[in-house]
């Protein structure tokens, strides 16, 4: 069975940083794709960033140079560093692990990031 679990999050002012870590459990694959989405209230989630099996990275443009992702050691377990948060940063942030082997997208509980004026 497979268990995706974010930790971290919380309220921060403006140009603050905050940092969410992500474990994924039972993947068939201890390097797999992996990533970090968002949903803001009245919006559809959207992706943040991700993380290759080879560990490339992707970002959004409205996060480059803000948000870092980064897997820890040789396993299923990532961070994201978020610095200089903005308001419309304000979100519930979703881990997703996806398993290449199965072919599906295995998505945590999220957590609250808020970020005041």
């Known amino acids: 069975q497979v268990h995706v679990v974010e930790s971290g999050g919380g309220s921060v002012q403006p140009g603050g940083s905050l940092t969410l870590s992500c474990a994924a459990s039972g993947l068939t694959d201890n390097r797999s794709p992996m990533g970090w989405h968002r949903q803001a209230p009245g919006e559809e989630r959207e992706l943040v960033a991700s993380i290759t099996s080879s560990d490339s990275t992707f970002y959004i443009d409205r996060v480059k140079g803000r948000f870092t992702i980064s897997r820890q050691e040789d396993k299923n377990t990532i961070r994201l560093q978020m610095n200089n948060l903005k308001p419309n940063d304000t979100a519930v942030y979703y881990c997703?692990?996806?398993?290449?082997?199965?072919?599906?997208?295995?998505w945590g509980q999220g957590t609250q990031v808020t970020v005041y004026s």
């Open positions: 997703r692990a996806t398993d290449l082997n199965v072919r599906r997208n295995y």
